[in-house]
């Protein structure tokens, strides 16, 4: 009697805890976002906005976590495992990479999102100290001996590598620029590089927090922020001539949200990212936003400089990288610390 | 009487406990050592020696080991005296200095990194004197030697405190009425005593600051060929995913600081046999 009565109330027991956890499950909403590294403080603020309009819009609770670290490094945590609902990196042959090796994601995801999946885009300029003391105005001064100029790691950040590609497209604009002119200057400025962090963030950190270097290679969007977290008492901004449009994309995992059921807030969070209230948010933090009118209001706080694409000079990303930054490339070539 | 066909221990369950260590240590030493190894012989013997014979790479070594070796034996001689302190004089606020030579085990190190380096830059309280004289400890070789020294401050203190705590007054007292005098007695007596000890607690000190990640990663400024130490290439190499690279010069550290670590044995066996003598 009391047996059937303790597996009778046992089960209505497991049946009760098992509605209220499926109720539960549907409301609250984990997603795992990983990006690259100077990207903190503006995840910080669209995931509070995107939570409060997903409880607004669903009733429903979402909480987004972060993972931040140089581009490259990130792309093969993924691979390896890390359970990233979104990825959202710096450039798009690291979520190639996603799909070529860990195949969690379809070739066509890019065409997937506007803009080739960018929601913004951004570029790469100089940081000086104050009062621009050893006088650099353009990427032809950074290879100038004496020089010592901060940049992360190619091989792990991807903010390092449109550093490493505009610095080679300058050299190929110059008179008589060639491929091997373009090499002769890159090495020489990676020469001119005391210490390469693993990431963008790193290298900040590096050139404000410790003072090393007299020039710091970085995204605009990073630069700006500097500016404006650590001061305009001590850093400037230098626009080079010209730089290369970068376009950070971002993308689903297709493979981790069908399996963790997060599809729908997942793209409703990436879709956000294109929203006015995501554009808005994106310029606030000196990302270049892609929607114009938006653009417009913010056009005063972006400095105006001539732009290349990684297309029209280097043939796209997968050429790029094979040529330059995969093992044996020319990076790993011309990268000869202490000589 | 015949003895017995097995000697019965004191102490029971001798095979049981014997096969546990075993594969306690098996688990937690022998596979990831071995795994370590065997992941670098992918690599061609030409492959391997190019990647541990970089330039870099031997001046990793040379930095990791020679900063660990001159931070052992400022331990081994300022961790002497103050052990010695400690033993023999009693002061206000000795439980207080004793708390505090803890300090360094109980302190994650990515904090002592953190607290050396802000105190050590230049614009810190202590490097904002220093650099005027010329002496900049921050993001140089000395502030990684300042770490390494800060971190293995325990080991020494801790090893000799109770040989010194044992001594016993009358081997003092002996020899002074022998006419030794007091740097005499210290040298011919109390020093071979503590020797072992001492030995002990410098080879631990210089076993923790070989492998020491968390606090140099900061104060020493990571510059190739500079200030970069042996376990920051690894981990640098594991960044760029060359796993092979990475184990490559992980089993060259290996092999170094089993060789030194031998080598001190041998000393310690000697020093206990000429101590016993």
Same mark, same amino acid.
């Given at each position: ?96 990479? *996603? ?47 004496? *020089? ?192 | ?217 900061? *104060? ?58």
């Amino acid at each position: 009697m009391t047996r059937s009565l303790f597996l009778r109330s046992a089960l209505v027991l497991l049946f009760a805890a098992g509605v209220t956890s499926l109720a539960f499950g549907q409301q609250a909403v984990r997603l795992l976002n990983v990006s690259y590294d100077p990207t903190r403080e503006f995840y910080q603020e669209v995931n509070a906005a995107f939570a409060a309009k997903w409880k607004a819009e669903t009733g429903g609770t979402v909480t987004i976590n972060q993972s931040h670290g140089g581009s490259g490094k990130q792309a093969r945590s993924v691979i390896d495992g890390l359970q990233a609902d979104v990825v959202t990196l710096a450039l798009a042959y690291d979520i190639d990479a *996603i799909h070529n090796v860990g195949n969690l994601l379809p070739k066509t995801w890019q065409s997937r999102l506007p803009g080739n999946s960018s929601p913004y885009t951004s570029t790469i300029v100089f940081v000086v100290r104050k009062g621009n003391p050893k006088g650099i105005k353009d990427w032809g001064d950074l290879v100038r001996p004496g *020089i010592v100029a901060i940049t992360p790691n190619p091989k792990t950040s991807g903010g390092a590598r449109w550093n490493y590609l505009a610095a080679w497209a300058y050299a190929l604009e110059q008179p008589g620029g060639t491929d091997a002119s373009a090499r002769a200057f890159v090495t020489k400025l990676f020469r001119n590089v005391p210490v390469l962090d693993s990431g963008a963030r790193g290298s900040t950190t590096t050139f404000v927090q410790r003072g090393i270097g007299d020039v710091l290679i970085a995204w605009e969007n990073e630069a700006l922020l500097a500016m404006q977290m650590l001061g305009r008492d001590k850093l400037e901004i230098v626009v080079p001539s010209m730089s290369i449009l970068a376009e950070p994309p971002v993308a689903v995992v297709d493979k981790v949200v069908d399996r963790r059921g997060t599809r729908k807030a997942a793209e409703a969070y990436l879709r956000f990212l294109y929203s006015d209230e995501g554009q808005h948010l994106a310029a606030k933090h000196y990302f270049r936003p892609r929607n114009e009118a938006v653009l417009a209001k913010y056009v005063h706080q972006f400095p105006k400089v001539r732009l290349v694409t990684i297309d029209t000079v280097f043939g796209g990303w997968a050429k790029a990288q094979k040529i330059h930054f995969d093992d044996g490339g020319l990076f790993d070539q011309i990268y000869q610390p202490g000589r | 009487m015949m003895t017995p066909f097995r000697r019965r221990n004191v102490l029971p369950g001798f095979l049981p406990s014997l096969g546990l260590t075993l594969v306690y240590l098996t688990l937690l030493v022998l596979i990831p050592l071995g795994a370590l190894i065997l992941k670098t012989t992918e690599m061609t013997w030409g492959q391997f020696w190019e990647t541990v014979t970089t330039a870099r790479a031997l001046a990793t070594y040379k930095l990791s080991l020679g900063a660990a070796f001159g931070a052992a034996l400022t331990n081994a001689v300022f961790g002497l005296i103050v052990a010695w302190v400690l033993v023999r004089y009693s002061f206000p606020g000795k439980r207080v200095v004793d708390g505090l030579v803890d300090l360094p085990f109980a302190m994650p190190t990515a904090v002592a990194g953190i607290a050396l380096t802000s105190i050590y830059a230049s614009s810190g309280w202590v490097g904002q004197h220093l650099e005027p004289l010329g002496v900049k400890v921050a993001f140089t070789p000395l502030g990684i030697l300042v770490a390494l020294t800060f971190i293995g401050l325990p080991f020494v203190v801790r090893t000799v405190e109770p040989v010194l705590q044992d001594i016993e007054a009358e081997l003092e007292e002996a020899s002074a009425s022998l006419g030794a005098g007091r740097w005499q007695t210290f040298r011919r007596v109390i020093l071979p005593m503590i020797l072992p000890a001492l030995l002990t607690g410098f080879t631990l000190a210089f076993a923790r600051a070989i492998g020491e990640y968390g606090s140099v990663v900061f *104060i020493s400024g990571n510059q190739p060929m500079r200030t970069e130490i042996t376990t920051l290439l690894i981990m640098t190499k594991l960044e760029q995913y060359d796993y092979t690279g990475a184990t490559a010069i992980a089993t060259v550290m290996l092999t170094l600081s089993l060789g030194l670590l031998f080598l001190i044995n041998l000393l310690h066996g000697w020093a206990r046999r000429s101590a016993a003598a």
